[in-house]
Nanobody, 123 residues
């Protein structure tokens, strides 16, 4: 399974940050698979942000739930993160990843990762 992140490298404060993950070698509708967004701000650790599962259900970190949403396009085998009201604190390398089950509820680890994409929030 391969994952590839895409989106703007620069976002202005207060805008919505939108990133798309394109999956190949597997399908986002495959049973039990969950598809996550994870980020790493400069000098900090990895932060799980949210996921969409094989049925289209979404799960979010409590700290981001008010600003984050996810959509998917099964015809393109893609899923997209939308993060509203971006601030400079959202500057990070963003990764998409797959787990064979629910990370948020059951702690399943990520087994396939994209290479990551840098997003900077700045005016």
């Amino acid at each position: 399974v391969q994952l590839q992140e895409s989106g703007p490298g620069l976002v202005k404060p207060s805008q919505t940050l939108a990133l798309t993950c394109t999956v190949s070698g597997g399908y986002i509708t495959d049973n039990y698979d969950h598809w996550s967004w994870i980020r790493q701000p400069p000098g900090k650790g990895l932060e799980w942000m949210g996921a969409v599962d094989f049925s289209g259900n979404t799960f979010f970190s409590p700290s981001l739930k008010s600003r984050a949403s996810m959509t998917r396009d099964t015809s393109k085998n893609q899923f997209t993160l939308h993060l509203m009201s971006a601030t400079p604190e959202d500057t990070a390398v963003y990764y998409c990843a797959r787990s064979a089950g629910n990370y948020y509820l059951s702690g399943y680890g990520m087994d396939f990762w994209g290479k990551g994409t840098q997003v900077t929030v700045s005016s």
